[in-house]
């Protein structure tokens, strides 16, 4: 029963980790996938920077540049924003993910917890009954060998034949 119980343990953890892992790793590769965008982003906000900045410097008082890469600074940012909202959305249902396993995970933890301790106090039950029962059995041995002996002492006195009065004299 113990192995059987070890063994379903065994495998529900394994089972866990394995989901976790596949879990992380789906996670890890988002990530990633987040981060080469996030670079992405950075290098052509820089670009662009550095395109105004240029721009600025060639074309004073040409309002119409400058607007046009206001516009575009506009539509960049904006863009940032609406990626910045996608990435919170993302990290906050890696969150909700890892908090539901990690309540799963201590629901069954608890759980073994109380199979174990169901299984000690039945195995301590036993146990105790085990030895009422074999000091049972020691009782009545002794009391057996006892009757033996006092049954093996009659039977001696009634084998043995009586003395001959005639005899004596």
Same mark, same amino acid.
């Given at each position: 029963m113990k192995e059987l119980i070890k063994t379903i343990v065994l495998v529900l953890l394994v089972v866990v980790a394995i989901y976790f892992a596949f879990v992380v790793s789906k996670v890890n590769n988002r990530m990633d996938q987040l981060n080469v965008a996030d670079s992405v982003h950075v290098i052509n906000i820089d670009r662009f920077?550095?395109?105004?900045?240029?721009? +600025? #410097?060639?074309f004073i008082g040409r309002g119409k540049h400058i607007q046009q890469f206001q516009r575009d600074l506009k539509a960049l940012d904006q863009k940032l924003d609406i990626t910045a909202r996608k990435f919170d959305v993302k990290i906050d249902s890696v969150g909700l993910?890892?908090?539901e396993l990690r309540m799963n995970t201590e629901a069954e933890l608890a759980n073994l917890k109380r199979d174990h301790?169901?299984?000690a106090t039945r195995l301590s039950q036993f146990q105790r009954k085990t030895d009422r029962t074999l000091? +049972? #059995?020691?009782?009545?041995?002794?009391?057996?060998?006892?009757e033996k002996n006092d049954l093996e002492k009659r039977v001696k006195i009634l084998e043995t034949p009586p003395e001959d009065p005639k005899k004596k004299k």
């Amino acid at each position: 029963m113990k192995e059987l119980i070890k063994t379903i343990v065994l495998v529900l953890l394994v089972v866990v980790a394995i989901y976790f892992a596949f879990v992380v790793s789906k996670v890890n590769n988002r990530m990633d996938q987040l981060n080469v965008a996030d670079s992405v982003h950075v290098i052509n906000i820089d670009r662009f920077d550095h395109n105004l900045h240029d721009l +600025d #410097l060639r074309f004073i008082g040409r309002g119409k540049h400058i607007q046009q890469f206001q516009r575009d600074l506009k539509a960049l940012d904006q863009k940032l924003d609406i990626t910045a909202r996608k990435f919170d959305v993302k990290i906050d249902s890696v969150g909700l993910l890892i908090s539901e396993l990690r309540m799963n995970t201590e629901a069954e933890l608890a759980n073994l917890k109380r199979d174990h301790e169901e299984t000690a106090t039945r195995l301590s039950q036993f146990q105790r009954k085990t030895d009422r029962t074999l000091t +049972d #059995l020691q009782t009545e041995l002794s009391r057996l060998k006892r009757e033996k002996n006092d049954l093996e002492k009659r039977v001696k006195i009634l084998e043995t034949p009586p003395e001959d009065p005639k005899k004596k004299k």
